[in-house]
């Protein structure tokens, strides 16, 4: 849906401003990314996947800050040594997952 932003003026606010169309994010790219979907779902339950470890672990604080609003969080294979990075994560409660 995103390709539909940039129809014209009008279609690009409604998908800046329609908080359930950020509500489910494929994290594919930067931390950056995720950071912009998660101001533009306007505090709604989320649906996070992620693709690559190294984004996770770089989100850590962030997914840490927003954990409450975590619905679904799918994460990529990770190694044993990436473990103790994502206990702060884990140990964070999550009400609606």
């Known amino acids: 849906w995103t390709p539909l ?3 014209c003026r009008r279609w ?3 998908g800046r401003t329609s908080a359930h169309l950020w509500q489910t994010v494929d994290v594919n790219s930067s931390p ?3 950071r912009l979907a998660l101001e533009r779902s306007q505090g709604a339950a989320l649906e996070l996947s992620f693709h690559h470890d190294s ?3 770089s989100s850590i ?3 840490t800050r927003q954990a409450y609003r975590l619905r ?3 994460l990529p294979p990770m190694e044993g040594s990436d473990l103790p990075a994502l206990r702060a994560l ?3 409660d999550m ?3």
Do not use: D, Q
């Open 95 to 97: 009400p609606v997952l």
């Open 5 to 7: 932003m940039l129809v």
């Open 32 to 34: 950056e990314g995720l």
């Open 90 to 92: 884990l140990s964070t």
């Open 61 to 63: 604080s962030l997914l």
């Open 55 to 57: 984004i996770v672990l």
């Open 72 to 74: 679904k969080l799918l």
């Open 12 to 14: 690009r606010e409604v």
